[in-house]
């Protein structure tokens, strides 16, 4: 008796009235209210579909039962939906006036009216009825043994049109399955624009059945089949999501001239015997794939016609593959070195009135520009192709910042006012490993600047950037998410919804709920961890990943040599990620002690040195058995050496003089072990200077 | 200088002479021996390939210094391996007499000689040299600081050639990467037949392109296209791995007649009007994707010449896309039923004199030789379709034994007895949840039945079976793996080779390695856990998962009807496993204590009940906020009462009664919650009657 009291209890705490601060919706929708009572989730649970959807919706609508279902084991009668109204009376009500189309300026809007009867979600398009999809399997609520669907209506649309992730799979190949997942992973935050960044220095990843010779010699068997690619277009387009490939040139093309050495800007001089019979052969350049990380030189010959004729055939085969109307051509990190030592292109600049080699790669990137409208495609690329020449077409993707000594989004404001459609991604490099705050609090839009309505349209949203020098299949997700669903919110919802604290307690719970859609940003945690503790159950080697992040910006692997394509990425660095959890509650944690040194809080921070401490001790007895715990060590000893004196200093009783302090303190600001930071170390430094 | 001496004294016990008992090698080789000394993995370690192998061996070594490198963190210089002779100074050398062909009886032995200052795999293929560079990966050892291998010599080849694992992707659809990462697990226990079990009354998944229907309307667009399938069979073969389809004829029909109703075996008669003007009509039966578990009539009309143009054009399709010699035509579980009550049939029957419908069967099975032949292929089917009049040629597949009411593979007896080449099955389905000595204990070569050498010779060896009524590819490896990799010795190894404690302590690290090819079956059970815990922290969770099991044999959804083929397979009863961990530690406790009733042995038990006490009471407080924990509490709760009685008796203090004791235990061989049964029973009756 004394437990079905508790559990009745417990059930009518639970469905009291849920209110916004507990919802875990991302992106926030735009207008959003909460009604009383709720919508009881049965196993009869049924969906029906009305309206001229796209058939994506069949899709949709069967694999939202199954989640649901997979999250509640309700074990729901209904199967498979492929067709319209199979269940007129179904309590889920899904209306769409007609098909979407997977293009930029949809509509996506969607109104999601839940009832404690009945649930109906209608929109223009059936792309806003996915979202409105997302969004109610965001609202799922449990008590302790049922789940329901606050009532509430909320009324949503994206801010921006170009709400985009790329991912980099020229650097570190990804695998068919791992490309899928993050596409679910975009729907499921209303993202609607992949960018496939398919060719660089390190591999030309699509088949070419016209070139052949792409894949036999740039790719190390690691490419798309052509099939494959309109296999994930194909399931892109099924979740509302546009498909932009990007075939880097003229820069970034060891891939390319690995197999077509012959339009390559590099010459090679050879003087051949000596005195009369002397003479200077000029030979072809070999090039091999890049296995390192950085800019390289190699260069597509932009006065060679048979440069163009390439290109022009390549895009003849690799556009028809793509529906949408975008198609990025690079034109990024070009230093022109091959360029300035090649007589021949210097001959050419002169002849045709190009005063430097910006205006020469303005040349090569305009001559692009037909044979992609051919295919009724837009040419995009980064900034560099903003030249003074360039056609008001392209659209500019603004990508520099504080790291190349410019202003964030300089580029980005310059297209606007010079006209062209832009796409900010300076601020979303999601590979340097910054926090989510930092990605949160950059908006597309420009602060301090004033823009006309007519340049703020041209600002079409912002795209993530994944970029895998540093990331394999294994590792890439937890690079991915959840940060990125923050950068999602940023793109879809009202530019007044930044507060940092409801982002991070919402994202703590969507990124969980990711995982149910393959995505291992987790899970490969767990398994990496398995590796450098030689299969010890270990604790510790946990605790010391959830106060440690990877170096950040450029500073791993800063020379790009340390780590070649092919070396393992199965270390501790590869484990951490950014927003270390323990750290951000310990920093928390001493921002109140600072703020009020109740016991209370005062224990927090205790039980935090303690646990370093006890961690250090533990590290090195598991280290006796796993070799690549060794280099975690100095790490874990230098935290457990402030924290004892942080322990005797709370307790009042006599700690290190002043010196000893900071001189302890600041090696737990070195950067020189494991490819990590501890990133308690601000905290810690307050609390020596408390 | 204290941690240093101790590092040294570390490095100077764990590079002492390694024992035969502290290697972790499975399926363990026919000869090994021991040498002293050990060879040193630095980052210069390189490979080099001689002799005239198939390319294979490039693609084996690449990826075998991958896993080197990831395990180790070295970063070793090599990358890619792409001809002959390109380091011949490496201190590891393959040298591959011929290239291995991916058929039965091809010579897989190896000679592995590993000596403080240089590696050598010698074999007559490349297929033996992968499998001795499997073999090395084993051999792996490290100190605290650094990684060898211990010199030794190996001398390796296996007992059957015939070393199987089937997959069904008709109940739940797989993946083409949940398939390669299982190849991948294969090849690293040395078996090399993959059989794909791809036609059943659930789904069809093979691409036709003459046949679009079957895919069309049978398949829920889960399907290989015909390049994937080229591309896994590619894969396979790059791991020394044949690929044996299976399109399971004429039973399971069910995912066939939903594409083509008009070669089904069931008739309708209507009765149309009345009296003088009422007439029969014969109609096609509907036929529809099957969505439960079971055995169903559908089943091809064998009287019907349309029904063999159909396979003979299917057979006509997908034979080209496997160039194995063996294809599978099912012919299992044929009722009969739609045959007794269709007349046509009944009169081919009479008219052909063909006594029942087992004659039938080999009359229809007999057809599909010649088909099957003309593109050099071999017919195998399940034991059924070994009837008197069934070709010599045929193989047979054993599969029924207890379960069926027969003797554990009598029809593999008889098939060798009666000159047939055989392959065993049954004690092998490893998708039934039973452990793994179960499975190792069983023996391809029948025990106490006199063999001629000639009929032992027909006993091709054996095959592990996953059926996925119950599996979902977020589930599936945790189904095949480890107990498989315990199969795959039993195949390999010496039949003496049976020390159950040996293998379970060699799983546990062979397990632990398989998940660095991407296997999931330790990870995929945090997630699931995730889920039910509603993403709270719980070891009380893990804990219960660690003494259930899944319900054994067909008694989990006993019915068929439970679960659907598209019902969620993310409750408690898919995170378990058999061989439940701390079960298997329990049982040993449980038998030392019996055995001694020491303090120390005492101590164990005590402990265990304990923390089931402890844990049931963290599950009360977990459930008020994870609904998919409450049907889990009566089985934590029986655990906790009977422990709680037992602490008592242990202790000398006044417990309940015997009757009530009794009451209490046999709660805890409930197999009435959440699907599974606490793998502690039988020795906590031991207790309770100690």
């Known amino acids: 008796m004394k437990y079905i009291l508790f559990f009745l209890f417990a059930s009518f705490i639970s469905t009291a009235q849920v209110t916004k601060e507990q919802l875990n919706i991302m992106p926030?929708?735009?207008?959003?209210?909460?009604?009383?009572?709720?919508?009881?989730?049965?196993?009869?649970?049924?969906?029906?579909?009305?309206?001229?959807?796209?058939?994506?919706i069949f899709v949709g609508a069967t694999n939202f039962l199954r989640r649901l279902d997979g999250r509640t084991g309700l074990f729901f009668n209904q199967g498979f939906i492929t067709s319209l109204n199979e269940v007129p009376d179904a309590q889920l009500q899904i209306n769409c006036v007609r098909s979407g189309k997977i293009e930029l300026y949809e509509?996506?809007?969607?109104?999601?009216?839940?009832?404690?009867?009945?649930?109906?979600?209608?929109?223009?398009?059936?792309?806003?009825?996915?979202h409105g999809l997302e969004t109610l399997l965001q609202l799922l609520q449990n008590t302790n043994n049922s789940f329901y669907f606050p009532a509430s209506k909320i009324s949503d649309f994206p801010r921006f049109t170009w709400r985009g992730l790329m991912i980099d799979v020229a650097r570190h190949f990804m695998p068919v399955d791992v490309i899928k997942r993050n596409l679910d992973g975009m729907a499921a935050v209303k993202m609607n624009v992949f960018h496939w960044h398919l060719v660089d220095d390190q591999g030309w990843r699509i088949e070419m059945k016209k070139h052949p010779k792409l894949i036999q010699m740039a790719s190390d068997g690691n490419y798309y089949t052509q099939e494959e690619i309109k296999n994930i277009v194909k399931y892109a387009a099924e979740r509302g999501i546009l498909v932009v490939p990007e075939i880097d040139v003229p820069g970034h093309g060891s891939a390319i001239l690995t197999a077509y050495p012959e339009i390559g800007s590099k010459v090679e001089i050879l003087n051949v015997g000596s005195g009369e019979k002397g003479q200077q052969l000029k030979q072809i350049q070999k090039y091999d794939l890049e296995r390192n990380a950085g800019i390289f030189t190699p260069t597509l010959d932009p006065s060679n016609p048979k440069?163009?004729?390439?290109?022009?055939?390549?895009?003849?085969?690799?556009?028809?593959?793509?529906?949408?109307?975008?198609?990025?051509?690079?034109?990024?990190?070009?230093?022109?070195?091959?360029?300035?030592?090649?007589?021949?292109?210097?001959?050419?600049?002169?002849k045709h009135n190009l005063a430097n080699n910006h205006e020469l790669q303005t040349y090569f990137t305009m001559q692009l520009i037909p044979m992609l409208k051919k295919h009724n495609k837009t040419l995009m690329g980064w900034e560099e192709i903003m030249t003074k020449d360039m056609s008001k077409e392209a659209i500019i993707h603004s990508w520099k910042g504080s790291n190349e000594g410019l202003v964030a989004g300089k580029s980005l404001v310059e297209a606007a006012k010079g006209g062209y459609k832009t796409v900010l991604s300076n601020g979303y490099y999601i590979d340097l490993m910054y926090g989510v705050e930092d990605h949160y609090s950059m908006d597309p839009m420009p602060k301090n600047v004033t823009l006309t309505n007519e340049e703020k349209a041209r600002i079409l949203g912002g795209e993530a950037a994944m970029w895998t020098e540093l990331a394999t299949s294994a590792t890439i997700d937890s690079r991915i998410w959840p940060r990125t669903a923050a950068i999602a919110e940023r793109f879809w919802s009202n530019e007044n919804v930044t507060d940092i604290n409801s982002l991070r307690k919402r994202l703590k719970i969507?990124?969980?709920?990711?995982?149910?859609?393959?995505?291992?940003?987790?899970?490969?945690?767990?398994?990496?961890?398995?590796?450098i503790s030689n299969n010890q159950k270990s604790d510790a080697l946990v605790d010391l990943s959830n106060v440690c992040e990877?170096?950040?910006?450029?500073?791993r692997n800063s020379e790009g040599t340390e780590y070649k394509m092919y070396s393992p990425l199965t270390l501790f660095a590869d484990v951490c990620s950014p927003d270390a959890s323990d750290a951000i509650e310990f920093n928390q944690a001493v921002a109140d002690f600072l703020n009020n040194k109740s016991l209370e809080n005062q224990a927090v921070i205790v039980s935090y040195l303690n646990k370093w401490i006890k961690m250090d001790s533990d590290l090195n007895v598991l280290s006796t058995n796993a070799p690549l715990v060794q280099s975690l060590l100095p790490l874990s000893k230098s935290l457990n050496d402030i924290a004892k004196q942080l322990l005797l200093k709370i307790d009042k009783k006599e700690n290190a003089d002043a010196a000893t302090l900071n001189n302890l303190l600041e090696k737990c600001n070195s950067k020189e072990h494991a490819d990590v930071e501890l990133a308690v170390y601000n905290s810690l430094k307050k609390l020596v200077q408390a």
């Open 28 to 56: 926030w929708p735009q207008n959003i209210s909460l009604n009383e009572g709720y919508f009881a989730l049965t196993k009869n649970f049924k969906v029906n579909i009305t309206g001229s959807p796209n058939e994506r």
């Open 107 to 130: 509509d996506e809007s969607y109104l999601l009216d839940v009832t404690p009867s009945k649930i109906t979600i209608n929109a223009t398009t059936d792309v806003g009825a996915l």
């Open 307 to 350: 440069t163009y004729e390439l290109l022009s055939s390549i895009f003849d085969e690799v556009c028809p593959l793509f529906p949408g109307k975008f198609f990025h051509i690079g034109g990024d990190e070009n230093e022109g070195k091959d360029w300035d030592s090649n007589p021949k292109i210097q001959e050419f600049k002169k």
């Open 510 to 531: 969507i990124s969980f709920r990711l995982e149910e859609l393959g995505l291992t940003h987790i899970k490969s945690k767990e398994g990496l961890l398995r590796n």
């Open 550 to 555: 990877p170096l950040k910006g450029y500073s």
